[in-house]
């Protein structure tokens, strides 16, 4: 997964099958999510425990631009 630091929001952008499916069945779709499961838009408060659970399951992170 690709990880955007926007500041107040992150965006994370799945690149697999694989890494799309986790999403489905870790997040919660409610709220502003125009472009789930592919992307999701995370507060930057809840990224870290939305990161360190994806780390926790082998989920590659990768910083993007």
Do not use: N
């Not at 838009?41 to 990768?62: H, N, T």
């Amino acid at each position: 997964m690709i990880v955007l630091d926007g500041g107040t929001v992150v965006l994370i952008e799945t690149e697999s099958t694989d890494e799309t499916e986790w999403v489905l069945a870790h997040v919660d779709s409610s709220g502003y999510q125009p472009d789930f499961p592919e992307r999701i838009v995370v507060e930057r408060r809840y990224a870290p425990e939305l990161i360190a659970g994806m780390q926790a399951d082998g989920i590659d992170l990768k910083a993007g631009r």
